[in-house]
């Protein structure tokens, strides 16, 4: 299994830290991913990119097919972290981890992913509702499993 746990395990703050994000939502902290630090990270994990719309379940579906799992918060900031100068043009989700977030301007609960995607050469962690399609042009981290 091509997974290896961390020696040093780094929090999500830290994760953050060690990448020059230009935007993080308020929302992606350690309180709200209280994920495990000491999560086994994949040493290969792989970008699901998709050329069509697509429903979560067909996404994980896809996933499954080749034996991965969609990535938590976590394995997605690891894994941005491990490529601070590799550019993210399209959006990068993690599947993982959907927390419940009551958006301020909607007022509305509903199910978020974490993505990261760079914009004006400026990486940003920010959240993305849960529901409906995935536009063509998403992808996805999976992790083997």
Request: neutral net charge; proline residues 8%; aromatic residues 10%.
């Amino acid at each position: 299994m091509p997974t290896t746990v961390l020696s040093s395990p780094l929090s999500i703050k830290e994760l953050l830290a060690s990448v020059r994000y230009g935007f993080i939502h308020e929302a992606v902290n350690d309180l709200i991913f209280p994920e495990a630090h000491t999560t086994p990270i994949s040493s290969s994990p792989k970008v699901f990119a998709f050329d069509r719309k697509l429903s979560t379940d067909r996404v994980g579906k896809a996933m499954l097919e080749e034996a991965h799992r969609p990535a938590t918060a976590y394995d997605l900031l690891h894994y941005s972290a491990d490529r601070p100068n590799e550019p993210f043009l399209l959006p990068l989700i993690a599947l993982g981890t959907v927390i419940e977030y009551v958006d301020d301007k909607r007022f509305k609960r509903a199910p978020y992913a974490l993505v990261i995607q760079d914009f004006s050469y400026r990486r940003g962690a920010n959240l993305v509702p849960t529901r409906g399609d995935w536009a063509a042009g998403c992808s996805f981290l999976g992790i083997p499993m």
